[in-house]
């Protein structure tokens, strides 16, 4: 038995178990390892979706069927992949809802010209909390989205249980959702990785630098740090 | 069962260029005269038997009629309508069945390249290999025929026995019929036929006897005489079927547009970084006079 008093291998990492918003040594705990989980676990089943669902939406995307085996794995595949993809969202929703309430500064124009103006890289918001209004609006697009996803993906799946007009809707809805979807996705995955250096690993790892903090989220970084950053 | 020999006219989902639209052959239509129809059910037994269909269990619901709907093993139906008219009663019986129309709502739905065909003469089929199952050609149907197999999943209905008519035979059904209400030959001649009847049932005091041959949905392969040609519905036909207008827009306009869409998002991504660049320290700098270095 050694007498070395032992010390954990990656403290940020044991701490991000249980805990997140805390400092540990020079990383900031910003996702605790079971909202990583579910995290990923949405984002697999929605690409699941995603891949099984495009060939059969366009011919043009016919390609991915290989993927999986052929376009009659894809029809088999992608209800059950949305049903996961709905329940594992659910829980996403109710584990992230509380921080993605919009602050009073926030209530404008996320979807305009703020969004843009935030695009172009050209300022920072000094009171940006632990998500900026850009992700609580893509949080909030994403449940109703996901919610929309279903009940018409349920339609769509049991046809005969529903009349015609209903069924006609569905589709249409579907894809109007899917496609939103998508696109905002895109952004969502760009703005993660390549945009924004430092972020990825918040969803690995689990933390992310205070140099990242303090840049991104100043007032996430003030409240986490007890630091004052403002220019005096 | 897709046949070979004839070509292919119009192919479920698929992209463009696929047909080559070099012949011209005649459409062929099956001819219909309710009038004339006893109800005796020998087409019904004749489509069984040359397509080896399994037999499928009767239910009695008060009618004449072997089942309440078509199914996948029961591509032709004949139903009996029992009406109060004039004093008395009339029966409405009429075969049901699909009727290969000229713009098939189940072939514009459905998302499997090639899994519903329309032949060169207008004999619209479907192709199991490629079908998946997904019920979208049941919504695209205004006639309501697409039914599904049980165990493989697979949309089943009448062929217009396409293994028939393309070595020169007329239908199962057309041959089986007892009366000469059924007959087969090109559209314009069957069109021919049934107006000449029409023109008949008006002479004999049938002032609404109409040729049904919807052209909403383009006309259709299966044209129908029918006494109340006022009342399609008083046969289970709906007054003025066509394609789904939704089903058109979610495929025509809606699909489309969510493919520019998507590629413009990756474009847009890829183009605000090659313009942009990361998000810096440049803007913080404005603010936060001690970012740390890491």
């Known amino acids: 038995m050694s007498t070395v008093a032992s010390r954990p291998a990656d403290p940020a990492v044991r701490v991000a178990r249980e805990k997140e918003d805390v400092l540990v040594g020079d990383e900031i705990v910003r996702h605790r390892i079971i909202s990583r989980a579910i995290h990923w676990t949405v984002a697999v089943t929605f690409f699941v979706s995603l891949l099984t669902g495009m060939p059969i939406w366009t011919p043009v995307f016919g390609w991915m069927a290989s993927l999986f085996g052929g376009l009659s794995v894809c029809r088999v595949l992608h209800p059950w992949a949305g049903v996961v993809f709905s329940l594992a969202s659910v829980f996403m929703f109710f584990d992230w809802a509380a921080d993605m309430r919009f602050d009073p500064h926030e209530k404008k124009g996320w979807w305009g010209p703020r969004l843009f103006h935030y695009l172009r890289w050209e300022f920072e918001?000094?009171?940006?909390?632990?998500?900026?209004?850009?992700?609580?609006?893509?949080?909030?697009?994403?449940?109703?989205?996901?919610?929309?996803?279903?009940?018409?993906?349920?339609?769509?799946?049991?046809?005969?249980?529903?009349?015609?007009?209903v069924r006609e809707l569905s589709f249409v809805i579907h894809d109007l959702t899917f496609i939103l979807f998508a696109v905002a996705l895109v952004f969502h995955i760009y703005l993660a990785t390549s945009a924004e250096p430092g972020t990825f690993r918040s969803m690995t790892r689990g933390t992310?630098?205070?140099?990242?903090?303090?840049?991104?989220?100043?007032?996430?970084?003030?409240?986490v740090t007890g630091e004052d950053t403002r220019r005096s | 069962m897709s046949a070979q020999s004839l070509e292919i006219r119009r192919s479920s989902a698929s992209v463009w260029g696929s047909r080559s639209g070099m012949r011209t052959v005649p459409t062929v239509s099956k001819y219909i005269d309710t009038t004339t129809c006893i109800g005796c059910k020998?087409?019904?037994?004749?489509?069984?038997?040359?397509?080896?269909l399994e037999t499928v269990a009767t239910r009695q619901t008060g009618t004449y009629q072997t089942l309440p709907t078509l199914d996948s093993q029961y591509w032709n139906l004949i139903r009996f309508n029992e009406r109060d008219f004039d004093g008395g009663i009339i029966w409405l019986m009429r075969k049901d069945q699909c009727m290969h129309c000229d713009e098939p709502g189940c072939l514009a739905a459905c998302p499997a390249p090639?899994?519903?065909?329309?032949?060169?003469?207008?004999?619209?089929?479907?192709?199991?290999?490629?079908?998946?199952?997904?019920?979208?050609?049941?919504?695209?149907?205004?006639?309501?025929?697409?039914?599904?197999?049980?165990?493989?999943?697979?949309?089943?209905?009448?062929?217009?026995?396409?293994d028939r008519t393309s070595v020169g035979l007329e239908p199962a059904c057309i041959k089986a019929c007892p009366t000469g209400c059924l007959q087969f030959g090109t559209k314009d001649d069957m069109v021919a036929l049934g107006n000449g009847r029409v023109e008949q049932l008006k002479g004999n005091g049938f002032a609404n006897a109409a040729l049904y041959d919807p052209q909403g949905v383009g006309g259709t392969g299966v044209v129908t005489v029918l006494a109340h040609g006022d009342h399609p519905e008083w046969y289970n036909l709906p007054a003025d079927p066509h394609v789904p207008l939704l089903v058109?827009?979610?495929?025509?306009?809606?699909?489309?547009?969510?493919?520019?869409?998507?590629?413009?998002?990756?474009?847009?991504?890829?183009?605000?970084?090659?313009?942009?660049?990361?998000?810096g320290v440049k803007g913080a700098a404005a603010h936060d006079a001690n970012l740390p270095e890491a």
Request: proline content about 5%; some cysteine.
């Open chain 1, 208 to 223: 992310v630098t205070r140099k990242w903090a303090r840049l991104h989220h100043p007032r996430w970084y003030r409240e």
């Open chain 2, 42 to 52: 020998a087409c019904e037994a004749a489509c069984q038997e040359w397509n080896d």
């Open chain 2, 114 to 162: 090639g899994a519903i065909v329309q032949y060169a003469n207008g004999i619209v089929d479907v192709n199991p290999d490629q079908c998946i199952g997904c019920g979208y050609c049941e919504t695209g149907c205004p006639f309501d025929v697409p039914r599904f197999h049980a165990t493989t999943g697979k949309m089943a209905k009448c062929t217009l026995c396409v």
């Open chain 1, 125 to 165: 918001d000094v009171e940006t909390g632990k998500y900026n209004g850009g992700q609580k609006f893509y949080f909030w697009t994403a449940g109703l989205g996901s919610l929309g996803l279903l009940l018409s993906g349920l339609i769509i799946w049991f046809p005969r249980a529903f009349p015609a007009l």
């Open chain 2, 248 to 279: 058109k827009f979610w495929k025509s306009v809606l699909r489309p547009l969510g493919v520019v869409a998507i590629f413009g998002a990756v474009i847009g991504a890829f183009g605000h970084y090659m313009n942009h660049g990361r998000k």
